[in-house]
């Protein structure tokens, strides 16, 4: 079992950045691929990022390519979301999830987190 927590969200505008943290405990974090996914009121789950066990292999959603980067530091199990140039359209609930393969998909994560409001003011 993997239990994890996200911290890191808040209130900004349009153009600044955010750093997303999100802490596991439970097992160690180097087990798993872990994944950052949003949900905005009204829409579905949507994936926003992947990194592998080892953090040399990530993968990201078009919408974000270019402004976010997803990281882990397995010594300190945690992984990170950096969000730059942040837009009105990235104001949602964000979560971080473990699974056992890279995936875009919300079923292929295991464990997730409650989940941390971003709200992005224009």
């Known amino acids: 079992q993997v239990q994890l927590v996200e911290y890191g969200g808040g209130l900004v505008q349009a153009g600044d950045s955010l750093r997303l943290s999100c802490a596991a405990s439970?097992?160690?974090?180097?087990?798993?691929?872990m994944g950052w996914f949003r949900q905005a009121p009204g829409k579905e789950r949507e994936f926003v990022a992947a990194v592998n066990r080892s953090g040399g292999s990530t993968y990201y959603a078009d919408s974000v390519k270019g402004r976010f980067t997803i990281s882990r530091d397995n010594a300190k199990n945690t992984v990170y979301l950096q969000m730059n140039s942040l837009k009105p359209e990235d104001t949602a609930v964000y979560f971080c999830?473990?699974?056992?393969?890279?995936?875009?998909?919300?079923?292929?994560?295991?464990?997730w987190g409650q989940g941390t409001q971003v709200t992005v003011s224009s």
């Open positions: 999830a473990a699974g056992w393969a890279m995936g875009v998909t919300a079923p292929a994560y295991y464990y």
């Open positions: 439970g097992r160690t974090l180097s087990n798993y691929v």
